[in-house]
Structures are given as C-alpha cells and as structure tokens.
C-alpha cells in the first residue's frame, strides 16, 4: 500500500487531486488539534469582542469612546447596531451560540471541504473563539465579486478594509463601483432615518478613538499599511489575482490583532480550484474585437 501513496505523491500531474487531498487531510488534522487545544476546556475570555454586539442601547450607543478595545465597546456604523438590536433580548449565552454558529457556518462556506483545514491556522479558529466579524468581512469581500453591494458591510463596519473597492477602480468596472457605493447609500439612508443623532456619535468616535493596545494587538501603524494594501489590491487587479483583495482589505484594518488575520481565509478561498471557477463565471468574459477591413478565417 504504502508503495502505491509514494507512487502517487511522485507520479505526474494526473496525480494533483490526490497530493492536494493528502494536504488537506494532514491539514484537517492539525486544524482538528488545533481547535480542541483553543477551545477545551473554555477559558474566561470566550467571546470577548461578541460582547460588543449584543446588549447594548441604542441611545448611548457610543459610550465609552476612550477606550479602543474595552469589552462591549461599539465602534461600528449604527446600521450594524439597528440590524442587530433585537438580539440583546437574548441571553448572551444564547446570542454567543447563534453568533458563532454564523461564524463557523460562514468558515464553511468560504473553505467547503478545506474549512477544517483552515482552522490549522491558529488565528483563523482564534476569530469564532473572540467572536469579531473579520470572517464576515472576508466572505462579504469574496461575495462582493458577483453581488458588490455586500461590499456595504465592509464599508459601515471597519471602514479602511473598502480600500479593496480598488479593485473595480483600476479594472474600470464602473457598474460595480457604483453598486458598491449605491448600496452603501441606501443603507445610510434608511438607517438615518432612523436615527440620525446615531451617525453624528458614530462620526465623533470614528475620530476619538485611541490606538489600540494589548498582548495580542500587532502594532503597525495605520498609515504604514494602508499605501501597502493599495499597492497590493492595484497590482492584483492589473494581474487578475482576486486574492489579493481579502489580503489588502486584512491590511487596511484600523487595528490588527492575531485573530484579525483570519482574513486570510478570504485570500485562501478564492485560490480554491472550485472558488476559482465560482469566481470565472461572476466575471464577464469579453469577446476579442477585430479590426475593420480584416475577416475572421473559418474555423
């Protein structure tokens, strides 16, 4: 037997699907390691920055803007907040459950067969322990390919990560710009109707907030990354590598911790072959023009 596996992983690439299972079984196994050493048994800090979702008021939403990284601090547009709002009725117990079951169902779809594979990454099983949304913003980027309004949840949540709207800025892709920033609108729109004394708290803190710090906080400053995540995004765009995307968006964060690069499960499935596919048909394939005055030879 074990001559008939050397065979395979030595043979030509008629044997790629059996190496590339054989890597992702070894990684599968790792991840499995991996998530039963983080979440077992549960230490005090499970679902730290969940908190900051849940049980909050919608009058004082903002409170507490001195603090960067202090549990149940809100920082995001409050469309987050008003679409999220019924939950705090929960026990938050029971709003831990449902949202990290929403963050392991979206590491499914975004790694299929591969998802286990992924938690091998210590910081990618690190993001449905602390409970954020950077799993979120990776799958919205990845959808936002074929539907770019998804891109209004990058937008109205960390804000920078839209960077990765360059994209469609150097591809020309108009349409898509603008259904990325009319969508963003109609969102804005609805909710300041809503409340509109929440956008003037949300503005105000988006310029009060400290640097954040922590044992866990990578500290590089904003204004390093961000020419770096542009530069990223522009050259995967003249290269037709989407994902580069997900990587300059991780880049353009407001503040980066270890679970923040979870993002990366973003990068990790658009480099899946059936990703890769899923991605070829959300883009428009323009047929060759031929110059006037020259005829197509038959075929």
């Given at each position: 037997m074990w001559a008939r596996v050397k065979a395979r992983l030595a043979g030509p690439s008629g044997d790629t699907a059996f190496r590339r299972r054989a890597?992702?079984?070894?990684?599968?196994?790792?991840?499995?390691?991996?998530?039963?050493?983080?979440?077992?048994?549960?230490?005090?800090?499970?679902g730290f920055d969940a908190h900051s979702y849940w049980g909050y008021d919608l009058h004082d939403l903002y409170r507490g803007t001195g603090s960067a990284n202090g549990i149940g601090t809100f920082r995001y547009a409050p469309a987050f907040a008003q679409l999220l709002a019924p939950l705090s009725a929960l026990p938050f117990a029971d709003f831990l459950l449902l949202w990290d079951a929403v963050l392991i169902g979206t590491l499914i779809w975004l790694g299929g067969p591969w998802a286990l594979a992924f938690c091998a990454f210590p910081f990618i099983p690190g993001e449905i322990f602390y409970g954020n949304?950077?799993?979120?913003?990776?799958?919205?980027?990845?959808?936002?390919?074929?539907?770019?309004?998804?891109?209004?949840?990058?937008?109205?949540?960390?804000?920078?990560?839209?960077?990765?709207?360059?994209w469609f800025v150097v591809r020309r892709e108009w349409r898509n710009v603008a259904i990325a920033l009319g969508g963003t609108a109609v969102v804005v729109v609805v909710s300041a109707?809503?409340?509109?004394?929440?956008w003037l708290g949300w503005l105000r803190s988006l310029v009060g907030t400290p640097e954040a710090t922590g044992p866990n906080h990578i500290p590089i400053p904003l204004l390093a990354r961000l020419p770096a995540a542009a530069l990223l995004v522009i050259w995967g765009a003249r290269t037709d590598r989407p994902w580069t995307v997900p990587l300059a968006a991780m880049l353009a964060l407001p503040t980066i911790w270890t679970h923040s690069l979870s993002m990366v499960a973003g990068a990790f499935a658009l480099l899946l072959p059936a990703r890769r596919q899923w991605f070829r048909r959300s883009t428009p394939r323009v047929a060759p023009t031929v110059p006037s005055g020259i005829e197509r030879s038959p075929a």
């Open positions: 890597i992702r079984d070894g990684l599968s196994l790792a991840g499995l390691i991996v998530v039963v050493w983080l979440f077992y048994p549960l230490p005090g800090n499970f949304i950077h799993l979120l913003l990776a799958a919205a980027i990845v959808l936002g390919f074929r539907h770019p309004w998804t891109w209004s949840f990058v937008l109205l949540t960390k804000v920078t990560p839209g960077i990765g709207l360059l109707a809503l409340g509109p004394d929440l």
